[in-house]
């Protein structure tokens, strides 16, 4: 039987917290998720659920979300990745698996850059690589309604930054999807006492995606309609990856985390137990763009 329980910690002065769902008959490293700059330590039952008999799942209110303190002013990766390097000396393991989504991805991928030694495996969705200028400038609209206290225009304009609503492109629960994600941003905006730090952040902290990752097995997946980074762009990032995978995920989008959430959980739990991808239901057929790199083994 699985056992909650939370810790709270302090990295430079800020308080955090983080959540372990422990599992005594685990078969492999603990497994942590990271979601975006405003998802805290219960936004992914669907990982406790698949994840939860084989591996303990950790998530977390890391600094600047959540019940967490707020970030200080300037640059915060490193400070994120010191509260995350902070959990897994607290959880007395030497490497977890990471699983980083949308914001979270660029997050766990600069771990995974500062500390391979501590990461046993990666695996990074809807990753940010690329956002062009036009994208930039919808955003600071989106900031803009925030900052005046239009709540209602900034949920819209957030909401439709970050998913497909191109009807010629076949998106799962894609209705479901834009109700959810505009209310979540909505209730953000109404409670959160970070959801501005974090819509700044998101406009000018950006991590650097730039160099390349070694010594840490990495599986890279994206929606096939994602249009915040294109999955082709997601494709030529895991290229500089030694030791990874590519995997579109037919019919969703950049949220596809919650278009289908539980194939991408079965996806995540036989990446991080090292069984096979290839005979996972219903997820990989139509992903005609499926790549391997550097390694025949994930073939």
């Known amino acids: 039987m699985a056992e909650e329980s939370i810790r709270s910690l302090s990295v430079s002065g800020v308080s955090y917290s983080y959540r372990v769902l422990r599992q005594p008959d685990r078969v492999t490293e603990p497994v942590m998720v990271l979601g975006g700059a405003l998802q805290g330590m219960y936004g992914w039952p669907q990982m406790d659920e698949h994840m939860g008999p084989f591996a303990d799942v950790v998530t977390a209110d890391l600094p600047g979300m959540g019940s967490a303190d707020s970030l200080p002013p300037g640059p915060c990766i490193g400070l994120l990745c010191a509260a995350i390097q902070r959990i897994i000396d607290d959880l007395d393991v030497p490497r977890i698996n990471l699983f980083g989504f949308s914001y979270g991805a660029g997050l766990a991928y600069t771990c995974a850059q500062r500390f391979p030694g501590r990461i046993a495996r990666l695996a990074l969705g809807g990753v940010p690589t690329h956002i062009t ?167």
Do not use: N
């Not at 969703?252 to 991080?272: I, K, S």
């Open 133 to 299: 200028a036009a994208q930039i400038a919808h955003w600071r609209r989106a900031a803009d309604h925030l900052f005046r206290g239009e709540l209602e225009s900034f949920a819209t304009a957030s909401t439709e930054g970050l998913m497909c609503l191109d009807e010629r492109r076949h998106v799962t629960k894609r209705q479901l999807a834009y109700r959810y994600v505009r209310r979540s941003m909505l209730h953000a905006a109404r409670h959160s006492p970070h959801t501005v730090d974090s819509v700044r952040r998101a406009l000018t902290d950006r991590p650097d995606f730039s160099g390349g990752l070694s010594g840490v097995r990495t599986l890279v997946f994206s929606g096939e309609h994602d249009t915040v980074t294109s999955s082709a762009r997601q494709r030529d990032f895991a290229a500089r990856i030694h030791d990874s995978r590519f995997l579109s995920i037919p019919d969703a989008d950049h949220w596809v985390v919650l278009e289908r959430p539980l194939e991408v959980a079965d996806m995540a739990t036989r990446f991080f137990t090292d069984a096979p991808l290839s005979s996972a239901p219903c997820l990989f057929a139509a992903a005609d763009d499926a790549l391997a790199v550097g390694d025949p083994a994930y073939a």
